[in-house]
Every structure is written in structure tokens, then in C-alpha cells.
């Protein structure tokens, strides 16, 4: 069983940055979609970036895309989200996710297709 441990989260003022980390173990193959959703109050919960482990490859809404950075570190067994030019608007809660197949990175899937969740770290942004 996959599990997640999100960490990171805090307050950051606009403009800057904050790195969040997800923590996995349980993995039984070396290819996974690992996600980074975020879900403001009010709001449903959307997919911010994607890493497929297998090629690689990102995935990244367009509201974070310039802006967030998905990588993973495979000494440490983390997925990192690099979080630049930080705006009000990134405020929520942040949850990693993962799922056995690679293309659920891709932009039509979202948060029913993730079966393994953590529970989340608070990222706050305040002047």
C-alpha cells in the first residue's frame, strides 16, 4: 500500500517561494503518476503538476506553470514542488497523490482517477 507524507507547507508572502515534499514509500513498480493537487476554501480540488516516473516527464495547470516546479529527488524517495512567485491564489491545501499508471499525469485526469492520497500540507500566502 502506497503511502504519502506531504511536508513543507507555511506562510510565504507573495513573490516569494516555498518548496513543498512529498514522501512516499510502498511502491511497487518504478512506474507511478505522483500528483500535487491543492484545494482552496470553497473550491474543488484541482491538479497543480504531475511527475511521471517512468520518462519523467511534468505536467503543470497553466494558473502554476512558469511558476511551479515538479521534481523528484530518488536518493531522499521524494517528489518535490518548487514554488516560485508565490500568489495569493496558491493558497490552500496541498495534497500529493499517486497512482500505478503514468498517463494520469496527463491534463484530462484529475482527482477520482488518484487512488493514493496523503493528507495534506497548508500552504498560507499573506502580505
Known amino acids: 500500500q502506497v503511502q504519502l507524507v506531504e511536508s513543507g507547507g507555511g506562510l510565504v508572502q507573495p513573490g516569494e517561494s516555498l518548496t513543498l515534499s512529498c514522501s512516499g514509500s510502498g511502491f511497487r513498480s518504478d512506474y507511478y503518476a505522483i500528483a500535487w493537487f491543492r484545494q482552496a476554501p470553497g473550491k474543488e480540488r484541482e491538479k497543480v503538476a504531475c511527475?511521471?516516473?517512468?520518462?519523467?516527464?511534468?505536467y503543470y495547470a497553466d494558473s502554476v506553470k512558469g511558476r511551479f516546479t515538479v521534481s523528484r529527488d530518488t536518493v531522499k524517495n521524494t517528489l518535490n514542488l518548487e514554488m516560485n512567485n508565490v500568489k495569493f491564489e496558491d493558497a490552500g491545501v496541498y495534497y500529493c497523490?499517486?497512482?500505478?499508471?503514468?498517463?494520469?499525469?496527463?491534463?484530462?485526469?484529475?482527482?477520482?482517477?488518484?487512488?493514493?492520497w496523503g493528507q495534506g500540507t497548508q500552504v498560507t500566502v499573506s502580505s
Open positions: 497523490a499517486s497512482n500505478p499508471r503514468p498517463r494520469l499525469c496527463r491534463a484530462r485526469y484529475g482527482t477520482l482517477d488518484f487512488d493514493s
Open positions: 511527475f511521471s516516473t517512468g520518462d519523467g516527464t511534468g
